[in-house]
């Protein structure tokens, strides 16, 4: 792989990876080590793409299991939060009462919205990146969308 690619990859899929996986990890550190242990993944393996929409499929699903395997970790496990740690913010993303409702959701709800509705895939896709049925998906997105319309009244945001 060239400097070139390299640079192409890094630009095009490195604000992807980071906000994938901080809905998974809620610390922007540990989605930073995430998206470098992705393109370590890429670079390694060099994987073969049939198009553009297979190559972002591939990454996705490098960086779901990435954090699926980040949280299992007895590291992950045995970590607890420094006070004293400087922060360094997410990603920037627009401060919407929306995205701070989607915050609030279970894991699996919460990743099918954003993967849904921010990175416009479908429920299909969805079902083979995170490896779930199709009908499953259509329920996490159901059930998100209720309660997040839910949390969005409550607040008067709707």
Not at 46 to 60: C, L, R, S, T, V
Not at 120 to 125: D, G, I, N, P
Not at 126 to 155: M, P
Request: glycine share 2%; aromatic share 10%; charged share 25%.
């Amino acid at each position: 792989m060239d400097t070139q690619q390299a640079n192409r990859l890094v630009a095009q899929y490195s604000n992807m990876i980071l906000r994938i996986s901080y809905q998974y990890l809620k610390q922007t550190y540990d989605a930073e080590d995430i998206c470098q242990t992705v393109f370590l993944k890429y670079l390694t393996k060099a994987p073969q793409f049939e198009n553009d929409q297979h190559e972002k499929a591939w990454i996705i699903r490098t960086t779901v299991n990435a954090c699926k395997d980040y949280l299992k970790s007895s590291f992950f496990r045995r970590t607890v939060a420094l006070d004293e740690a400087e922060t360094i913010a997410a990603p920037a993303v627009p401060d919407t009462p929306i995205l701070d409702a989607l915050q609030t959701l279970p894991k699996e709800q919460r990743i099918a919205l954003y993967l849904y509705y921010y990175e416009e895939y479908s429920a299909r896709e969805i079902g083979q990146i995170l490896g779930k049925s199709e009908a499953n998906i259509n329920q996490l997105l159901s059930r998100g969308r209720r309660k997040l319309r839910s949390a969005l009244s409550a607040e008067g945001s709707l």
